[in-house]
C-alpha cells in the first residue's frame, strides 16, 4: 500500500510540474512576442522570477479548484448510490416481513428519484475520470443495512430515515452550490434540481408519519451522524 500511495503522489507532483512548465513558457513567449513588437529584444531576470511566482499561483488555485470539483462529484456520486441502498433495503424488508403496500409504493417512487441523480454522477464520474470513493462497498452494506432495519422498525422509523437523510443532505447540496463556479453552470444547476428533490423526499417522510419524538430522536441523531461522517470520508478517499 506504501509503494503505490507513493507512486501515485509521485504522478501527481509530476502532472503539476507539466502543468507549471507548460503554463510558464506559454507566459514566456507571449512576453518574447510582445517584445519583438514593441521593439526590444529581452526579458530581465526579475520579471522571469515573478512569472514563475505568478504562473505558480496560477497553477494552485487551478489544482485547488480541480480537487474541490472532484470531491464533490466523488461524494455525492456514493451519496446517491447509498441513497439507493437504503430504499433497497428497506423494500426487501417490506417485500418480505413487513406489507405495506403504501409505503412501498412512495419508497419506490423515491428511489426512482435517485436512481436519475445516481445515473448523473456516474456518468460525470466516468466523462472526467473521477475515482469513485474506495469504500462504495462498506456504503453499499451499510445502507442496505440502515434501511432493512429501520423498515423493520415500522413505518415511522422507516420515514425518519429518508427525513434525517435528506436534512443533511439538503445543507451539503446547498454548500456545494457556493462553491461551483459559472464555469460549472450544467453541473450546479442539476445539484439545485437534486437538492429540490431531496426536499420533496423529506416532506413526503414527514407527511407520512416520519417523527422525532421519544427514542425517535435518538434514530435521528445517530442517522444523521452516521450520513456526516460517510459524506467527509467520501469527499477525501
Not at 109 to 123: A, I, L, T, V
Amino acid at each position: 500500500p506504501r509503494s503505490t500511495l507513493s507512486s501515485s503522489s509521485a504522478a501527481s507532483d509530476v502532472y503539476k510540474r507539466q502543468i507549471y512548465e507548460r503554463e510558464l513558457l506559454a507566459e514566456i513567449k507571449g512576453i518574447k512576442a510582445d517584445l519583438r513588437n514593441s521593439g526590444q529584444s529581452s526579458i530581465g531576470p526579475a520579471t522571469i522570477d515573478q512569472l514563475k511566482i505568478d504562473v505558480a499561483r496560477s497553477v494552485a488555485e487551478e489544482m485547488k479548484d480541480n480537487k474541490i470539483l472532484e470531491e464533490i462529484i466523488r461524494v455525492d456520486h456514493a451519496g446517491e448510490r447509498g441513497a439507493i441502498k437504503i430504499y433497497e433495503g428497506q423494500l426487501l424488508a417490506l417485500k418480505t416481513f413487513k406489507q405495506d403496500e403504501e409505503l412501498k409504493r412512495k419508497i419506490e417512487d423515491m428511489r426512482e428519484h435517485e436512481k436519475e441523480h445516481f445515473e448523473f454522477f456516474d456518468k460525470e464520474i466516468q466523462k472526467r475520470n473521477i475515482k469513485p470513493t474506495k469504500l462504495l462497498p462498506l456504503w453499499d452494506l451499510m445502507g442496505i443495512t440502515l434501511g432493512f432495519g429501520t423498515a423493520m422498525l415500522g413505518k415511522k422509523a422507516a420515514m425518519l430515515c429518508t427525513a434525517s437523510v435528506e436534512e443533511v443532505i439538503d445543507g451539503h447540496y446547498k454548500d456545494q452550490t457556493y462553491k461551483l463556479l459559472d464555469d460549472e453552470k450544467e453541473l450546479k444547476e442539476k445539484i439545485i434540481k437534486f437538492r429540490q428533490d431531496e426536499l420533496d423526499h423529506k416532506d413526503i417522510a414527514y407527511e407520512s408519519g416520519a417523527t422525532k419524538k421519544g427514542l425517535y430522536s435518538v434514530l435521528d441523531k445517530i442517522i444523521k451522524t452516521s450520513s456526516r461522517v460517510a459524506i467527509a470520508i467520501s469527499e477525501k478517499i
